[in-house]
């Protein structure tokens, strides 16, 4: 019987080939991936998600309600009742949650300790984004339709001012907890600065070469605004004088940017299914980390600040139905159980 003879390595190649198989294994470790798949009952849409780090809450919005999951089992563990709801926003101090909703337009303002819904305030058509602004106190919505931004005051529901006549479609906001609120113009191609106490305009910039500015958040410790651009590029700006000092290629349709301050990473999710990570490495200066591949229509995202993971909502779809008289672009149907929320880390 004939046997081949194989040459024994000697001992030290042995080890430098476990070491490089090791290697290999720690560096795909450390690459982002999808760790999990977590089921969310309801077939229909969504938008924003809100991660609550310390009280360990995930606030997924889903058209008819938020559906609130615990951070650490990702098990369901409350719903609030909405309609056609996108964000949500959280006032610790007041113990309460405010959520954004377009029919009608209005707020849904919420228990944070029991989930019970305390009341409802009408604010302008459309009201997309939600936030709350640290230095005014104050909640505020931008308001899609009625092209105006809402000031509420948190203890008591009352609106306590609005900038109106915007002008063109309102996107995505964030605040810098000194004063001003930042708001991407989306078909103007602009980003609007805000007196968030004085309730004015301050300051109206260009966005070039960035088209349809989308999502945003902000550095505020060194006043650098992310913006997700839908045209494929991330934009950061500064803060105090509008000029954009970096720019990078990111997926097409990006709905949601965060800005993890204690790793200086910057998240943005994009509707082609790809997570673009970035590394401040300077207030002026980002390396990409990392293209994650997600799922397709994964565009809406929030960060854990503890465990750095990633939370995007996704669902699946058939084909879509052939164009017809008064619906030209019929939505392709959603595919029955499939509504999830993908949960991204290393």
């Known amino acids: 019987m004939y046997m081949k003879t194989i040459k024994r390595l000697p001992f030290n190649s042995r080890w430098l080939m476990l070491f490089a198989i090791l290697a290999v294994a720690v560096a795909a470790d450390s690459r982002y991936h999808v760790i999990k798949k977590i089921p969310v ?3 229909y849409g969504w938008d924003y998600l809100t991660a609550d780090s310390e009280a360990r809450r995930l606030y997924v919005s889903h058209d008819l309600e938020v559906v609130v999951l615990d951070l650490d089992t990702n098990a369901v563990i409350g719903n609030i009742p909405g309609t056609d709801v996108h964000g949500i926003a959280i006032a610790k101090d007041f113990g309460r949650g405010f959520i954004s909703c377009s029919d009608p337009g209005s707020i849904v303002i919420f228990d944070l300790m029991t989930l019970a819904v305390i009341e409802r305030v009408t604010v302008g058509a459309d009201p997309n984004v939600i936030l709350f602004d640290r230095k005014t106190q104050r909640i505020f919505t931008a308001d899609r339709g009625s092209k105006r931004l809402t000031g509420l005051d948190p203890k008591n ?3 306590v001012g609005t900038i109106q006549n915007l002008g063109g479609k309102t996107e995505h906001a964030a605040s810098d907890d000194a004063g001003h609120i930042f708001l991407n113009m989306q078909d103007f ?24 500015p989308s999502s945003m958040d902000i550095d505020r410790a060194h006043q650098r605004v992310s913006v997700g651009c839908r045209s494929g590029v991330m934009a950061v700006v500064d803060a105090n004088s509008g000029k954009i000092v970096a720019t990078q290629p990111i ?13 200086g990473l910057v ?7 790809t997570m673009a990570v970035f590394h401040e490495d300077s207030p002026d200066k980002y390396t990409l980390v990392d293209s994650v591949k997600t799922q397709s229509g994964a565009r809406t995202m929030a960060i854990d600040r503890k465990t750095g ?3 995007l909502s996704v669902a699946e779809y058939g084909p879509r139905p052939n164009a017809k008289a008064g619906n030209p672009t019929p939505r392709a149907p959603m595919v029955p ?5 993908l949960v991204v880390g290393r």
């Open 309 to 311: 993971r990633a939370f």
């Open 157 to 159: 529901g009352k609106i």
């Open 41 to 43: 009952p309801g077939d």
């Open 251 to 263: 997926g097409k349709g990006v709905d949601a940017a965060e800005f993890d301050p204690d790793r």
């Open 267 to 273: 998240y943005f999710s994009s509707g082609d299914g």
């Open 337 to 341: 159980g499939s509504f999830s929320v």
């Open 189 to 212: 191609n602009t980003m609007l600065k805000l007196d968030s106490q004085a309730l004015k305009v301050l300051e109206t910039w260009p966005m070039a070469p960035c088209g349809q």
